[in-house]
């Protein structure tokens, strides 16, 4: 669901402008800030790329669907309409 390179960049980003004298102190900073990172964003209620584009094509599917049926119902009732005269 959540990119975990993505959060890994940005630790190692919050690391690396940490002074080389605390390396020792900025390594459990850093393996401190992923767990802050993917808890926090492990609660936003979104969905993977991968999830929004397989929802996006059966959307699609059903779409096509619908107006092919829709256009079914008009030309049953043109016809139901001709007959009545």
Do not use: C
């Not at 992923?34 to 993977?48: E, G, M, P, R």
């Not at 929004?52 to 829709?70: C, G, N, P, S």
């Amino acid at each position: 669901m959540i990119n975990a390179k993505k959060i890994e960049d940005i630790a190692k980003q919050i690391t690396d402008s940490i002074p080389g004298g605390v390396k020792n102190i900025a390594t459990d900073i850093e393996s401190k800030t992923k767990q802050v990172l993917q808890s926090k964003l492990s609660q936003l209620d979104v969905v993977s790329r991968e999830e929004f584009d397989v929802q996006t094509q059966v959307l699609i599917k059903t779409r096509a669907k619908l107006d092919e049926m829709a256009a079914k119902i008009a030309e049953l009732e043109a016809k139901i309409d001709s007959k009545e005269d």
